[in-house]
Nanobody, 127 residues
Framework: QVQLVESGGGLVQAGGSLRLSCAVS????????MGWFRQAPGKEREFVVV????????YYIDSVKGRFTISRDDAKNTVYLQMNSLKPDDTAVYYC????????????????????WGQGTQVTVSS
């Protein structure tokens, strides 16, 4: 049973930074494409960023480009999301997700393409 557990959320002032972690257990993360999504109060869950299974490709939504950085450490079975210059609009529950299919033609950016999900970690950015 693959499990994903996020950590690192919290309350931060605008302009501050947080580093989220997502620990994968149950099998090696190697071979999984990993993504981060977020859901703000009253809004749909939205895709934020993805990193390919071999870390060769990433894709960010425009609103976080230049501020967020995704990385992975397969030896530690962990994916990270470094978030800098945080804005109140970044306030949301952040979820990590894993996609088992290694050879997609394009990086997965929709919830339906992911097979495993964490429970989420709250990020609150105060103005």
């Amino acid at each position: 049973q693959v499990q994903l557990v996020e950590s690192g959320g919290g309350l931060v002032q605008a302009g501050g930074s947080l580093r989220l972690s997502c620990a994968v257990s149950g099998r090696t993360m190697s071979g999984y494409t990993m993504g981060w999504f977020r859901q703000a109060p009253g809004k749909e869950r939205e895709f934020v960023v993805v990193i390919s299974w071999n870390a060769g490709s990433t894709y960010y939504i425009d609103s976080v480009k230049g501020r967020f950085t995704i990385s992975r450490d397969d030896a530690k079975n962990t994916v990270y999301l470094q978030m800098n210059s945080l804005k109140p609009d970044d306030t949301a529950v952040y979820y990590c997700a894993a996609d088992r299919w290694r050879y997609r033609s394009m990086l997965p950016v929709t919830s339906a393409e992911y097979d495993y999900w964490g429970q989420g970690t709250q990020v609150t950015v105060s103005s």
